[in-house]
């Protein structure tokens, strides 16, 4: 069995983040939004990977190549982005002998029991209650939890179970015979984009099984805000997992748990947490920092931040605000 993992947006509500670093990329929690995924998967067993690159595509692939030397996956990419649906679509010839595939979108991370999704003996999909289901594909269930319909950004929601963009399929040949359909009806939504929705529909009206599993957390992470808080959750259950290990140490400096500080980072005369992730070979001199993830090789100097996200390479002095800067960015406000 593979794991499909669609990885090509643009992520446009990152911005000025996302213009030079992918999405998936995105520190969190010590990791990126793509590790945290792929780890969850291999702990689980999965053993094949399918990514699905397009936007800043040769960045994910070097990504994968140093962190992932050893596993076994094949590149798909996607040039023109055209939805999720045309994303799988993209990927039947690299799954075209698996009786059985899972999707996982590149922009979620859930919390379930991943083993216990793979061993059911029917498909799967993920949900979650939410309060406005207007924004996400809906699926409508039985009392016994049966798929009897799903939506894409239904108008009218007739339920409020959002699908969480986990897809287990057994009947692969059926899932890309639906997309096949779709693709070739010219039935694309509003943005020109095709809706793996669509094909889960059309499956599920020819009678093929669906089961819903709620996810115990969904975390969302294409806003900031969304972003910084899945950053927060995150390191919360690191700390709790890990125990009581000494906490990182800097003479000059105090450091409120949790957080991650990545390898060859300078810390001085500054206060760093709670929730704060910094990458490798960053340098914060007379700062307080809160609520904030900042990337590598990035340099503050005598800043107050809370709730910002800083990119790689960027420079701040002299500010206190709320930030959402990319990459290579310098700021001097002092």
């Not at 069995?1 to 996302?18: D, E, F, Q, S």
């Not at 936007?55 to 070097?62: A, D, N, P, S, V």
């Not at 639906?178 to 070739?184: F, G, N, P």
């Not at 957390?217 to 972003?227: A, I, Q, Y």
């Amino acid at each position: 069995m593979k794991a499909i993992i669609p990885v090509a947006g643009a992520g446009t509500k990152l911005r000025p983040l996302t213009y030079t670093q992918p999405k998936a990329l995105i520190p969190i929690a010590g990791k990126t939004i793509l590790s945290v995924i792929v780890d969850q998967l291999i702990d689980a067993g999965v053993t094949d990977f399918v990514f699905v690159i397009g936007y800043l595509g040769e960045k994910i692939q070097r990504y994968i190549a140093k962190t992932y030397p050893d596993l076994s996956y094949t590149l798909v990419t996607q040039n023109d982005r055209r939805g999720t649906g045309h994303a799988i679509w993209l990927t039947r010839e690299a799954v075209k002998n698996e009786d059985e595939v899972l999707i996982v979108l590149g922009d979620t991370i859930c919390d379930y029991n991943v083993r216990e999704v793979l061993n059911s003996s029917v498909s799967q999909i993920g949900v979650r209650k939410v309060d406005d289901p207007r924004s996400f594909g809906v699926a409508e269930l039985s009392s016994t939890d049966r798929v009897l319909k799903v939506v894409e950004k239904p108008i009218i929601p007739k339920s409020n179970m959002a699908m969480v963009g986990v897809y287990y399929i057994k009947e692969t040949i059926e899932l890309f015979n639906a997309l096949e359909k779709h693709m070739s009806s010219s039935s694309a939504g509003e943005e020109g984009e095709y809706h793996l929705t669509n094909a889960l529909e059309h499956m599920i009206e020819n009678g093929i099984n669906f089961q819903a599993f709620r996810v115990n957390n969904w975390f969302d992470c294409g806003k900031k805000e969304s972003l910084l808080s899945t950053n927060a959750i995150l390191l919360k259950q690191m700390a709790e997992e890990a125990g009581l290990q000494a906490p990182h140490t800097y003479e000059t400096s105090v450091i409120i748990p949790p957080v991650s500080i990545a390898e060859g980072c300078k810390i001085s005369h500054s206060i760093i947490g709670p929730n704060v992730t910094i990458g490798e070979h960053t340098s914060i001199e007379s700062s307080i920092i809160k609520d904030s993830i900042i990337g590598s090789y990035a340099e503050l100097m005598e800043v107050v931040l809370h709730s910002s996200i800083i990119g790689n390479d960027a420079f701040v002095r002299g500010l206190s605000q709320s930030l959402n800067i990319g990459d290579n960015t310098e700021i001097d406000l002092g």
